[in-house]
């Protein structure tokens, strides 16, 4: 995108500001930034650059962005709003646009550092909840309700395991 | 230990006795944690957010960790004293600000502080004096590793460490170098310094963080990217990119020192005179001053003055400090009396 001001250079300023309640957008280079007396330094705050970084909310109606964490309930327009997400499970639900806003943010959408000495431990278990669940849903279905029973004791006996640390 | 015997000890950060001292104030890591079962604190409710900061407490105060903390609830703290833990670095403003239950657990000689209920569950944090970003990296990760024996981190192989901002996922890992670059910013060299750091993915902030302004010369240099490197590969990054600024801020300090001294040693001994003399004197003053005298201090064009004094002054002259020192508050008009008088105390017995 070229700058609004000058249509030469490389727009790399998208700045968004409230005017009467009015969202407005700019795109300037560099340069016409400067010069239209923009700080380039310090006067951003993370949910700003946040903000200049995410892709353009589509009028707020756009599917994507209604989708809701069944665990946290925020949407991903929510989320756009506040820059910040509601829990470690909306890193699954907003999975594919958060994959092109970490690709923007870091230039990298996978993990290579630090991994916790018990998260082997831990992902066995939510492994194994998850194919318990399962499990139960189709016992019930066929009303096995005795192994139903067991399935429920294994899956709460796994859940405190996980829920106490 | 309580809070204000900070006020007898001066932290290890501040000393100025690391590595590469005469530019780089501290080094400082910090890992950002959140706890799996619990949801981030944006959507906590208040009776959440209490479960959360007890949960933590506990295993932070009794828990078998590398260093022995102690807790304070922010809430039973006053004003004062929470505008001391941010000038001292063992807090963020925002912390300090914020409200519902939240905390700070904080290691026997400061270089260790633990926020509960920031952004995030957990935020850790190491200061070093100087250079030392593998020393400090070290502690916090012998910290982390001992905290995930009692406490199960939000993680997940492909994301990380899963946070609230996006911009923290992956390592958690913010690096930063506080430095004093006053030939920089004498020589109006300090756009450029800051255009390439950009460049390459640092941010650089004013001496309290986020959305401060630059005073008295401090800039913090902090990496942007927390995701796709690994911890050491971000810490080698830096230990490249660092010396370079000290290079040329020495450099440009040495070109002042030889194109223009009598000037240099005007402006080192007028800042002396003013801090030796005055009878008023604001915060904002106090810290350009006392950055024009470190440059002269550590050119030797003032002798006699101890750089942990020097160090020291800058915070021990901050508003949260002053208040606590005089065991009063005081109006903004009556600090600035007061700090003058502090430090003209101060730089007497030198």
Known sequence: MNCEKCHKNHATYHLTAKENGVMKEAHLCEECARQA????????TIGELLGTLMEPAKGGTSKANQVRCPECGISYSEFKTKARLGCANDYEVFRTELLRLLEKIHGSTSHAGKTPQTVDAQVRIENELMRLKRDLESVVKSEDFEKAAQIRDRIRSLETELNKK | MKVEDLLSQAGEWLKGTGPESDIVISSRVRLAR??????FLTVASASVRSEVEKF???RLENGKLPRKLVYWGLDDLSNVERTLLVERHLISREHAQAEGDRGVAVG??????????EEDHLRLQVIRSGLQLDEAYDEIDRMDTALEGTLNFAYSPRFGYLTACPTNVGTGLRISVMMHLPAAVLSKQMDKVLQSLQRLNYTVRGFYG???????????VSNQITLGKSERDIIAEMKKVIPEILKFER???????SSEPKRLEDRVWRAYGVLKHARRITSEEATELLSALRLGVYLNL?????HKLINELF???QPGHLQKVERRSLEPDERDTVRAEYIRRKLEGV
Do not use: A, C
């Open chain 1, 37 to 44: 007396g923009v700080n380039l330094k310090f006067n951003f």
């Open chain 2, 34 to 39: 959140n706890l799996r079962r619990f949801p």
């Open chain 2, 56 to 58: 933590v407490r506990v």
């Open chain 2, 108 to 117: 026997p000689d400061e270089s260790i502080s633990i926020m509960v209920n």
């Open chain 2, 210 to 220: 986020e959305g401060t302004s630059p005073l008295g010369d401090f800039y913090q």
């Open chain 2, 251 to 257: 450099s440009w300090r040495h070109q002042l020192l």
């Open chain 2, 302 to 306: 003032v002798t006699g003055i101890p």
């Open chain 2, 315 to 317: 915070i021990f002259t």
